[in-house]
């Protein structure tokens, strides 16, 4: 999605600007630009709102501005993920009005944009986007208001727009000034050592300073060298979250590896060992930031778990354990569909919205249309500080750091432990477990770090096979119980990096329709784990070995005699010490595959084409 980083008080505004825009690059994006308030520095005219906006990547657009002559305190940097009009130099951000007097960079949808059009006397616009409109509207108030004060002209704009967004402007009436609005897509302001800044994601801005304090939904900011003042949509002062964001630079960069994605697939151990850090005092299990009573999760009779992509999946083995361990129903739900019926909510029913960015504008609205029916919302985040971490009534962190990478890797694994862990306490204050079990079972959790470990020294052997299978048409991956949603994120993985088809089904339906589709040269990668389904796996892999598909198993130590007689390829990892948990295990050896097919075949890792990393839009 969109990205936006805003500097004011440094010489050298522009290149902190492209450095700030480099660490959203992450976040997916077609186009990119800059504005720098350029005052006169003789001070004998007004200077000028100096833009350059390129399609494609950044390198695009830091060969636009070589050579040129940007100087300025002040700027806006955006990188445009193309909703309204095609992602050419046109509809790049920033936009400005007629006269150039103000600038803007967006992210979201300005949902009104048409109304607000026809509301406007008749004239051209020059984008095809919806925010364009916001800069005409901005200047027109901007003649309006008493001594032509930005912010009180941004407060009255912002007030007649509808939809989610996040919007930055420059004006040269104030050429130091940046104001900035928020309704449900992220924005975080920041001010250190007479710099002030904004930016859609802390990522842009962790060079500079750890301390940050996010807006809430319709909250203004101005951003001055002087620092930071907040107001609500009222006009009165506001007060935004202020936080430390926990991880510093260097784990915002590669660190020796060629991509994002395998550095944060090598991070797992360390991530699964921070996530469970510290969860157990005297024999009990403590999950101190849920912020949720023990008593009313004791009373709780009804599970719904909303998430999108690979949080979604995670969910699925959250269900699995909480069922398992706590006894309690459990539904998983895809967030966008969840708001759109009506689901049976009461105070009694618990809706645990997982997500890694914490900003997935699906999952949001699922855990507001929650709130809004009394029901208790637990939200298992990576992003500390994120809108769906300060919006829920609970919140259980996994410990994952950034990720940076559009394909999740890190953060599902993190994710699974975070439902493990809830399905573990739930049990607990429900009295469903013992508290000895609960602690033992916690106990060999902890062995997870050393076992991923283990099961990373396949790389060489995946690399292999992806070298092997990269060219085949169609991959198909079959799992039971814990091992359904490895395969259903095995497939995404695949196909999110690589483009390459790959579906996933519970292996017990492939009788009912799929196996149709397995002929010579189709690859089938089976989820075949130590459990109690093993031996239904192995028939499985039997009726698709006999209609001619290539076998790639995930099996576990000690148990891969009868994988041998029929699968072309096994995969071995370690034993996980508890069925719920293998897999943390088992994803990656298909993470590594989806990586190393995708190298293979020349894909941008890091960033695949049409997919961003937070979706911030609906
Ligand atoms: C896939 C992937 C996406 C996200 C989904 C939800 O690799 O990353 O499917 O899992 O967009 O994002 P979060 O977890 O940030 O809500």
Redesign the pocket.
């Given at each position: 999605m969109c990205g936006i980083i805003g500097i004011t008080g440094r010489d050298d505004a522009l290149e902190h600007i492209m450095a700030g825009l480099g660490r959203l690059e992450y976040r997916g994006y077609d186009s990119a630009g800059v504005v720098i308030a350029n005052s006169s520095a003789s001070g004998m005219d007004d200077g000028q709102l100096d833009i350059v906006k390129r399609a494609g990547k950044l390198a695009n657009l830091a060969g636009a501005l070589q050579g040129g002559s940007l100087t300025g305190r002040t700027g806006i940097g955006h990188t445009r993920w193309a909703t309204h009009g095609a992602p050419n130099d046109v509809n790049a951000h920033p936009h400005t009005d007629p006269s150039g007097r103000v600038a803007v960079v967006h992210n979201g949808i300005i949902e009104n944009y048409q109304a607000l059009k026809a509301g406007l006397s008749e004239r051209e616009y020059a984008s095809a986007t919806d925010t364009e409109v916001v800069a005409h509207l901005v200047a027109e108030e901007l003649d309006r208001v008493d001594g032509g004060d930005l912010l009180e002209a941004v407060r009255r704009v912002v007030g007649r727009l509808e939809g989610a967004f996040s919007l930055c402007f420059v004006t040269l009436d104030a050429p130091d000034t940046i104001v900035v609005a928020k309704r449900e897509a992220p924005l975080i302001v920041a001010h250190a050592d007479g710099v002030g800044y904004c930016a859609s994601d802390v990522a842009a801005l962790i060079a500079h300073t750890k301390q940050v304090s996010a807006l809430h939904d319709d909250q203004l900011a101005r951003i001055t060298p002087d620092g930071v003042e907040v107001i609500g949509l009222d006009g009165s002062p506001a007060e935004a979250h202020s936080y430390e964001v926990s991880w510093d630079l260097a784990a915002a960069e590669k660190q020796g590896y060629d991509h994002f994605m395998l550095k944060e697939i090598h991070e797992q151990p360390q991530a699964v060992l921070d996530t469970l850090r510290d969860r157990l005092t005297d024999g009990k299990l403590h999950l101190d930031e849920l912020r949720t009573d023990e008593h009313e999760l004791g009373r709780i009779d009804k599970v719904f778990i909303v998430?999108?992509?690979?949080?979604?999946h995670s969910g699925m083995v959250g269900k699995l354990a909480i069922e398992h361990w706590a006894g309690v129903p459990v539904e998983v739900e895809v967030a966008s569909e969840f708001r759109y019926r009506d689901p049976i909510l009461n105070p009694h029913t618990l809706v645990i919205a997982?997500?890694?960015?914490?900003?997935?504008s699906d999952?949001i609205a699922a855990a507001t249309h929650a709130q809004d029916q009394r029901a208790p919302v637990l939200a298992i985040v990576n992003v500390v500080g994120s809108t769906l971490a300060r919006q829920a009534d609970g919140v259980l962190y996994t410990h994952a750091g950034p990720e940076v990478a559009?394909?999740?890797t890190k953060?599902f694994t993190t994710q699974i432990v975070g439902c493990l862990l809830v399905g573990l306490y739930l049990a607990q204050v429900r009295h469903a477990m013992y508290a000895s079990e609960a602690e033992d079972t916690l106990r060999r959790l902890q062995q997870l770090p050393g076992a991923l470990e283990k099961v990373l020294e396949l790389d060489g052997q995946i690399r292999d096979l992806a070298d092997r299978y990269k060219d085949v048409h169609y991959t198909m991956f079959i799992g039971r119980h814990t091992g359904l949603p490895i395969a259903y994120e095995g497939a995404?993985?695949l196909k999110?990096i690589s483009y390459l088809h790959a579906e996933a089904f519970p292996a017990g339906e492939m009788k009912h329709g799929p196996i149709a589709l397995i002929e010579e040269g189709s690859l089938v990668v089976a989820l075949a784990p130590e459990g109690h389904v093993f031996s239904k796996m192995v028939s499985n892999i039997q009726e698709v070995k006999a209609r001619g598909a290539s076998v790639i198993a995930i099996g576990t130590e000690g148990s891969t005699a009868a994988l041998a007689e029929h699968a072309d390829h096994i995969l071995t990892i370690p034993e996980a010490s508890h069925e719920l948990a293998s897999p943390v295990l088992s994803v990656v050896p298909l993470q590594l595959l989806a990586y190393h097919v995708a190298v293979a075949l020349g894909k941008d890792v890091d960033q695949p084409r049409n997919l961003a990393?937070?979706?911030t839009v609906e």
């Open positions: 998430a999108c992509g690979t949080s979604l997982i997500s890694q960015s914490g900003e997935t999952t559009v394909a999740s953060a995404l993985k999110e990393k937070t979706v």
